[in-house]
């Protein structure tokens, strides 16, 4: 298995961009806190599956 550093950097900048957007909607400001930490890993797992179908890892043989 090798690093991907092109793959994780695109990762950390989905995550946070999607964390940030979650935060600043209004639906987030009205929610308590476990909601909208609930709400944000729901939201979070949804855009990474769709990352990961669109960018699927190498397979490698060996």
Do not use: H, Q
């Amino acid at each position: 298995m090798d690093l991907d550093l092109s793959r994780i950097i695109v990762t950390v900048l989905v995550i946070f961009v999607t964390v940030m957007a979650v935060e600043r909607t209004s639906f987030a400001k009205t929610a308590s806190r476990p909601k909208r930490a609930l709400i944000a890993c729901i939201i979070v797992f949804v855009v990474m599956l769709v990352l990961n179908m669109i960018w699927p890892e190498p397979v490698t043989t060996g």
